[in-house]
T-cell receptor, first 118, second 109 residues
Framework: KAGVTQTPRYLIKTRGQQVTLSCSPISGHRSVSWYQQTPGQGLQFLFEYFSETQRNKGNFPGRFSGRQFSNSRSEMNVSTLELGDSALYLC?????????????????FGPGTRLTVL | GQNIDQPTEMTATEGAIVQINCTYQTSGFNGLFWYQQHAGEAPTFLSYNVLDGLEEKGHFSSFLSRSKGYSYLLLKELQMKDSASYLC??????????FGAGTTVTVRA
């Protein structure tokens, strides 16, 4: 099976702009999570989606939003970019069992999108 | 909020054993994960513990004590390729997954 793919891999934006990042999970995986990774803060949880529904949300401002489509692909959007949003954004997918959300399954991470805000 | 603590850095010699500790304080508990992340790469899964005790997986072992809010990852017979960051992550009562800041392990010849 192909792994988790994320596009684009690198992105440069300026303050005030908005950005949309895309994630395609492993085929058959219906659970998708997003994380922000920075050297100072480590991996910070953004959202988790399952069957097009947001199951959980981290402590990020409303400028960060996401969605999941019926084919399990997911997008996250950041509006009004700030310098502090510069980070590696990682997407991860996990398997479901019998079509149900499973909290103990391992997450498979994509390579990430490196966002630089100037 | 959730609080997950692990040491920032550890250094060990090839062939040695290293133990990476993780303490956590979360609202509820639905399991603890360990992930490995090499520089410039995505994290990869190592282990999952939800019951107290030791889970052995050959090169890696992971221990959990729920009453103490404590886990450790044991790396045995260290190899140079084990140089990486090791991330402790906890699923809380709402099934939200929170990560620690990671422990960078450097293996020296």
């Amino acid at each position: 099976k192909a792994g988790v793919t994320q596009t684009p891999r690198y992105l440069i934006k300026t303050r005030g702009q908005q950005v949309t990042l895309s994630c395609s999970p492993i085929s058959g995986h219906r659970s998708v999570s997003w994380y922000q990774q920075t050297p100072g803060q480590g991996l910070q949880f953004l959202f988790e989606y399952f069957s097009e529904t947001q199951r959980n949300k981290g402590n990020f401002p409303g400028r960060f939003s996401g969605r999941q489509f019926s084919n399990s692909r997911s997008e996250m959007n950041v509006s009004t970019l700030e310098l502090g949003d510069s980070a590696l954004y990682l997407c991860a997918s996990s398997e479901t069992t019998s079509g149900e959300f499973v909290f103990y399954n391992e997450q498979f991470f994509g390579p990430g999108t490196r966002l630089t805000v100037l | 909020g959730q609080n997950i603590d692990q040491p920032t850095e550890m250094t060990a010699t090839e062939g040695a054993i290293v133990q990476i500790n993780c303490t956590y304080q979360t609202s509820g508990f639905n399991g603890l994960f360990w992930y490995q992340q090499h520089a410039g790469e995505a994290p990869t899964f190592l282990s999952y513990n939800v019951l107290d005790g030791l889970e052995e997986k050959g090169h890696f072992s992971s221990f959990l004590s729920r009453s103490k809010g404590y886990s450790y990852l044991l790396l045995k017979e260290l190899q140079m390729k084990d140089s990486a960051s090791y991330l402790c992550a906890v699923r809380d009562g709402d099934y939200k997954l929170s990560f620690g800041a990671g422990t960078t392990v450097t293996v020296r010849a």
